[in-house]
């Protein structure tokens, strides 16, 4: 068994429900617009698929944070026939109320606390640095972590080697006593992979918001991870 000390963990569904929060976030701006609810799930559907093919132009430097925000909205609404919007005050709303919402990821809470006392924590996590420090601090996680990297001050997001670089050299960790937790393949678990850092895959088994199926690990086929687990809890009797 390696013996870790730091453990780096991602923030978005790995720890904070991103995509339940996101998802009630979403819907309370809608009333704040007086937005028709009937149209909610239909917009919520069509806001994801751009959302992530726009981040991932983001990481890819491809386009801007300004362009990012805007797009994402301005698309969803034109989409979905929905007129009248400004998507940049729209943005902006939405930005205020998500990191106001702390539903976490089962367990999360129980499994830092117990983890708190034999290792060091560390958050690596790609997103905007006043929204992740907000969600943190509003769902009373800061507290586990001694040191939390956002890809945006780093100005390099996972999976590039850059910010796991600065973040071992930050921690004064090195590569073989660090693990890396997340649930995304190519972001978190290639990227620890690809910089030399021992990862844990986690990939809860749950119905989508919207009730669709959910689609599991389908990246991971023919490919390897230190570890994979389904359940926080797992991580416990890994570590
Ligand atoms: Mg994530």
Not at 31 to 46: E, S, V, W
Not at 185 to 198: M, N, Q, T
Not at 210 to 225: L, M
Request: net charge neutral.
């Amino acid at each position: 068994m390696k013996k870790y000390r730091h453990l780096f963990f991602d923030l978005d569904n790995t720890l904070w429900d991103f995509d339940l929060n996101s998802y009630h976030a979403l819907q309370e701006n809608f009333m704040r617009y007086r937005l028709d609810l009937q149209n909610f799930d239909r917009f919520y559907d069509t806001y994801v698929s751009h959302n992530e093919r726009l981040w991932e132009f983001y990481r890819q430097k491809k386009i801007t944070k300004e362009e990012l925000s805007r797009s994402r909205f301005e698309l969803s609404f034109s989409d979905t026939g929905m007129t009248g919007v400004d998507p940049t005050a729209f943005n902006r709303d939405y930005l205020e109320l998500m990191p106001q919402q702390t539903r976490l990821c089962d367990g999360a809470r129980v499994v830092l606390e117990k983890l708190s006392e034999k290792y060091e924590l560390h958050i690596i996590t790609n997103g905007f640095a006043e929204v992740q420090y907000k969600k943190l601090g509003n769902s009373d996680l800061s507290r586990f972590f001694s040191r939390v990297f956002v890809s945006e001050e780093i100005k390099s997001p996972k999976p590039s080697p850059e910010i796991f670089r600065h973040a071992l050299k930050s921690c004064n960790a090195r590569k073989n006593e660090s693990l890396m937790i997340g649930d995304d393949w190519e972001v978190d678990i290639l990227g620890a992979a690809g910089s030399g850092i021992d990862q844990v895959f986690y990939q809860p088994v749950r119905e989508t918001i919207t009730g669709e199926k959910p689609a599991i690990s389908r990246k991971v086929t023919g490919k390897t991870t230190t570890y994979f687990i389904t359940d926080l809890h797992q991580l416990v009797s890994i570590l």
